[in-house]
T-cell receptor
């Protein structure tokens, strides 16, 4: 039972380009949507997060866009750099319930 | 501030053997999680602790998996006996409270069952 669907599975972007990863959910009770970044051999680390009362949140080169009516949210990485190459997971949380992760997107930034 | 510490980082065992993983969370974090991460997949929750109480173990295969968190600090996850399908990375995470999506993960314990 996949509660958060993430796409694409893999993505290749040229250095300086924009990376876009999308997620969709069904459970309207979700109230917190984080994105995690994971490098090989490491655990996931929180990158940026948003609550459904705002449509966009920006932190440096990373932006979350949130569409509550469509039940979709996306991560945009501006001016993508080789150091951004990693696996990205969207996730969703309902209150004090468990954090549910998407299947991940392997991002490769070509120099 | 020290992060979440897990050991061992790697473990290779024969099927039907037992294995145990240890986790030391960030100091002061009352909530501790064990997640399972299969290759190319997102983490899936196995068990969540609030202090020493397991408050969500609905996804833990209790016939072979067990966990404990003595004194509300360190935690151990055990598999006995291990099966081929248990090969995965076992991630431990902690957070200062339960109603937060900000989890701090350790580097994981990679299990290979032969």
């Amino acid at each position: 039972q996949q509660q958060v669907k993430q796409s694409p599975q893999s993505l290749i972007v040229q250095k300086g380009g924009i990376s876009i990863i999308n997620c969709a959910y069904e459970n309207t009770a979700f109230d917190y949507f984080p994105w995690y970044q994971q490098f090989p051999g490491k655990g996931p680390a929180l990158l940026i997060a948003i609550r459904p009362d705002v449509s966009e949140k920006k932190e440096g080169r990373f932006t979350i866009s949130f569409n509550k009516s469509a039940k979709q949210f996306s991560l945009h990485i501006m001016d993508s750099q080789p150091g951004d190459s990693a696996t990205y997971f969207c996730a969703a949380l309902q209150g004090a319930q468990k954090l549910v992760f998407g299947q991940g997107t392997r991002l490769t930034i070509n120099p | 501030e020290a992060g979440v510490v897990q050991s061992p980082r790697y473990k290779i065992i024969e099927k039907k053997q037992p294995v145990a993983f240890w986790c030391n969370p960030i100091s002061g974090h009352n909530t501790l999680y064990w997640y399972l991460q299969n290759l190319g997949q997102g983490p899936e929750l196995l068990i969540r602790y609030e202090n020493e109480e397991a408050v969500d173990d609905s996804q833990l295969p209790k016939d072979r998996f067990s966990a404990e968190r003595l004194k509300g600090v360190d935690s151990t996850l055990k598999i006995q006996p291990a099966e081929l399908g248990d090969s995965a990375v076992y991630l431990c995470a902690s957070s200062p409270r339960s109603n937060t999506g900000e989890l701090f993960f350790g580097e994981g314990s990679r299990l290979t069952v032969l």
